[in-house]
């Protein structure tokens, strides 16, 4: 946890389609890997090197700076048992912590209910995405979801108090004359006043953040500075939540994912420079994750869904590296020609509410999960 009196923060980074993981941290040191990526591999000379067998994809310079600074801890070969391909039950499973069964709360819902229990906070979690994601959906969490922070807000047109709580009593009763009446109508009513005051608080964010760092024209860029002007803002969100979405790249994936990749890792470094330059960086942590990896050999044009992947944390109060194993490209211990998981993603989930948010895990994910010590000290 921080150790200057600030809250912890966790920032949330899905990206969506399952990223090439063997594309990103590239195992330039082992023949199999160029053998049996004729079309996708990164030349040797190209990859920005991390040791003698493992280095980063070019395109991913920025993220490679921020990893010499000692603030990226790479977790290989994250994933589960009996990994699913498909990428609604796998983003499922990791959204909500249950491999066996359809889960009904999400793990980071979870992990507001708990900062919050008395739901004294509207904005304890706020994600900056299209429709709240699983990862923070479970009955009675109440979590703002924005597209768009400087266009957000439901009937913030109407200045009168009175006059909008009027016109969402209407809402309620419009939608009640089709749900009928009773505990579903007053959650709606009450979500609904929740998603009022929530717009309320985080017009101010806006107003007052000045800065003279430049973020590309893109969706994460722009999800990424609206987390700092929300985190700078000293509104109480403890939990953010974002995704960059294009990683299932079955078809020219030689142009499409350095692409995505670079778009990442810039706006990754804006926002930890952004967020140093407002003195707001030292209690933040980020976590980018993935659904799943991709298939050990490409298909002529792409690479097909895998199993074992990679997930990454970021920020001043990690001591940066190489976590868990990378899995062996040996054929004899690929599964069914993916790279094998040799972490638990739950294990991951417990390290970051553990050692950085202070929570209990075990409700969180489910059980007990062997943890990583990225932290310093």
Known sequence: MPENGKPPVMV??????????????????????????????????????????????PAAAPLKQLYDEGNVAIVQGIGYPDSS???????????????????TEGWLARVVRDLDPKKENVLTGV???????????APGVTVTSIGDLDNYGLMTGISDQARRIEALEKFEKMYGQAIGT????????????????????????PEMYT???????????GSLRDVVRVHTADLGVRVFFTQHGGYDTHANEGPVHPMLINELSL???????????????????????????RRVRDNGSGTDHGAGGG???????????????????????QEFGDLRHTYD???????????WMGIDPVPVVDGMFEQIHPFTN
């Open 127 to 137: 994600s900056f995405s299209r429709g709240l994601p699983r990862a923070l959906a």
């Open 267 to 293: 706006a990754i470094s804006d926002f930890f420079q952004d967020l140093r330059d407002h003195d707001a960086a030292d209690n933040v942590v980020m976590m980018v994750f993935t659904e799943f990896g």
């Open 345 to 355: 993603f739950r294990g991951l989930y417990s390290t970051l509410v553990d050692q």
């Open 85 to 103: 391909r498909s990428h609604f039950r796998s983003t499922d499973i990791w959204h909500t912590c249950e491999p066996k069964k359809i889960g």
């Open 12 to 57: 949330v980074v899905y990206l969506g389609g399952g990223n090439d993981f063997m594309n990103t941290i590239v195992p330039y040191g082992n023949d199999i890997y160029y053998d049996s990526r004729p079309l996708l591999s990164i030349p040797q000379k190209d990859v920005l090197p991390i040791d003698d067998e493992l280095g980063f994809n």
């Open 311 to 333: 997930a990454y944390l970021i920020g001043e109060k990690i001591n940066g590296g190489l976590y868990a194993e990378y899995p062996s490209l040996e054929p004899s211990q």
């Open 182 to 205: 009773g505990p579903v109508r007053e959650y709606l009513a009450q979500t609904g006043l929740d998603v009022l005051k929530g717009a309320d608080l985080l017009k101010k964010a």
């Open 211 to 221: 800065s003279e760092v430049e973020y590309a024209s893109t969706g994460i860029a």
